[in-house]
């Protein structure tokens, strides 16, 4: 079992960065590939990064690919996504999951969830 809170959201202008944190409780983190989605008003939830067990391999959506990355600290239990650049279109709801097993990049592979933070990027 793994509880997931996620931080960092908030209102910025086009062009800033923002860094969104994800906690895990429980002492095992480093089981889990962590993965981030996000989910726009009227849109359906979709992929955005993911991050394998030791945080040697890592993945990202075309959309995000160059601005945002995603990153791991086992010893904090918390996985980041740091996002530069970011576009009126990156407005959403982000969260964080957990999958005990290999990375996967679709979310019903997925089992926990953080509650989400909004991200609001303004023009």
């Known amino acids: 079992q793994v509880q997931l809170v996620e931080s960092g959201g908030g209102l910025v202008q086009a062009g800033a960065s923002l860094r969104v944190s994800c906690a895990a409780s429980?002492?095992?983190?480093?089981?889990?590939?962590m993965g981030w989605f996000r989910q726009a008003p009227g849109k359906e939830r979709e992929f955005v990064a993911a991050?394998?067990?030791?945080?040697?391999?890592?993945y990202y959506a075309d959309s995000v690919k160059g601005r945002f990355t995603i990153s791991r600290d086992n010893a904090k239990n918390t996985v980041y996504l740091q996002m530069n650049t970011l576009k009126p279109e990156d407005t959403a709801v982000y969260y964080c999951a957990a999958r005990n097993g290999p990375t996967v990049l679709y979310d019903h592979g997925y089992g926990y969830w953080g509650q989400g933070t909004q991200v609001t990027v303004s023009s």
């Open positions: 991050i394998s067990r030791s945080g040697g391999s890592t």
């Open positions: 429980g002492r095992t983190f480093s089981s889990y590939a």
